[in-house]
Each structure stands twice: as structure tokens, then as C-alpha cells.
């Protein structure tokens, strides 16, 4: 049997007192390294430590590569084979894995991840990677799952000196019809004793309707967080 690893238990302790800033570019890193092993498991035929009579080779290891993206330089692991070479087509100039995985990242952020961003990620990864659909999948449904579950976490005990509640509207489009709607993020800054600061809670709503509900619920949200530390 192929030794698994929880994506989950890997990304939790991430969602402990970090900001947003911090998760992104570790859920972006994240998630090209599951595409690095999915693409080098099918070359090998096999996943590592998998005994099959299908597998072509077997791993020797990794090499580090630094990958620069538009949430900066990303610390990868690219495995080496015992008999010849692998390069990751995430890593071809042109593939822009990258940028579809971003956007990946920020949909799940703001509003969830759609079906149009998975299949935007597959287009980008190209078939001859040999990832499927599915597997791209489940990674988007992971991300998926730790961005909610950072932007649900608790805040008590967290301390807030200051907190700062603001929102800008941002144009996507939305809905089944995929009509272009204008879609404000409220957005909590708490600011701790030590001048430290962190986003507390964010929530996006479509129209100025929905972005005062929005409001409120983000104000009442931080609010008793804050209570809790005075």
C-alpha cells in the first residue's frame, strides 16, 4: 500500500495565528508540490512506496528549485529519479500552473472554489502530465477546506489592542449565469498589543444590500473577540 499524507494535518497548524498573507503562498505551495508527486507517480507508474507491477522506476530523492509566482519565491522539492531525469511540466514557462493555481487560492479566499477554476487548473497542468481531473479535484476541495476553516477559526484569547473594519468592491463574475456582478470584501484588521496585526475575518457580499449584512456580521464576529481580551 502506498504511504498517504493528510493535507489537512500538514496545513492545520498554519491556520494557529497566521495571517492571510502568510497562508496564500504556503496553500500555493502546497499545492504544486501534490501536482509535483501526482506527475512524477504517473511517469514512475507507481506511488512512492507502492509495490506495483506497473512502476517503471523508482525515486532517488529530492533537489530544491525556487520557484518565483506572484505570492514571490516558493520552495520546492523536485524528486530525482534512479535512471533518468524528471522535470515537472508545472515548471515549463509557458504552463502558468502557477497563476491558475493562484487564482485558485484567492476564489477559495473570497468566495469557494468554482468548477471554472478547476478546470482552468487542469487546462494549464495539459494532458500529457498525467494528473486527472479528479485528482486536481480533491487538491482544489483541500484548499478549499483550510481556507474556511482559517477564515472560521476562533479568536478568543487572541488579544486585540485595535480593530479595524473596512471593505472595497471588486468586480468577478458570480452565479450560474457567470454574470459580471460587483461583489464588496469586508475585511476585520486587528492590531495586538505588541503592534502586531493579523486579518480577523473577511467576508465578501454582492451588492451594497448583502455588503451590509456582511458588515455586521464580520463587526459582530470581531467585536466579541475583542470583548474577550479586555
Known amino acids: 500500500m502506498p504511504k498517504t499524507h493528510s493535507a489537512a494535518s500538514e496545513l492545520a497548524p498554519l491556520l494557529d495565528g497566521n495571517t492571510a498573507g502568510e497562508l496564500i503562498p504556503e496553500l500555493v505551495r502546497h499545492g504544486l508540490q501534490q501536482l509535483i508527486e501526482l506527475e512524477v507517480a504517473a511517469v514512475l507508474g507507481a506511488e512512492r512506496y507502492e509495490r506495483s507491477e506497473e512502476r517503471l522506476g523508482h525515486r532517488n530523492g529530492y533537489r530544491p528549485r525556487v520557484l518565483t509566482t506572484q505570492v514571490g519565491d516558493i520552495d520546492l522539492q523536485i ?71 482559517f477564515l472560521n477559526r ?56 448583502r455588503a451590509s449584512g456582511a458588515s455586521s456580521s464580520v463587526r459582530s464576529r470581531s467585536a466579541a473577540s475583542a470583548g474577550s481580551s479586555s
Open 79 to 149: 524528486p530525482k529519479l534512479r535512471s533518468g531525469s524528471f522535470l515537472p511540466s508545472i515548471l515549463e514557462p509557458r504552463r502558468r500552473v502557477d497563476q491558475a493555481l493562484y487564482a485558485v487560492v484567492m476564489e477559495a479566499y473570497v468566495a469557494g472554489v468554482s468548477t471554472r477554476k478547476v478546470d482552468a487548473l487542469v487546462a494549464a497542468l495539459g494532458s500529457q502530465s498525467g494528473i486527472s481531473k479528479s485528482q486536481v479535484s480533491r487538491i482544489c476541495a483541500e484548499i478549499d477546506l483550510q481556507v474556511q476553516a
Open 154 to 209: 476562533p479568536l478568543e484569547g487572541q488579544g486585540y489592542a485595535y480593530l479595524y473594519l473596512d471593505a472595497t468592491y471588486l468586480h468577478g463574475r458570480l452565479g450560474r449565469a457567470m454574470q459580471v456582478c460587483s461583489s464588496a470584501v469586508v475585511v476585520a484588521m486587528g492590531v495586538t498589543p505588541m503592534a502586531g496585526t493579523s486579518c480577523s475575518a473577511s467576508r465578501s457580499a454582492t451588492a451594497k444590500a
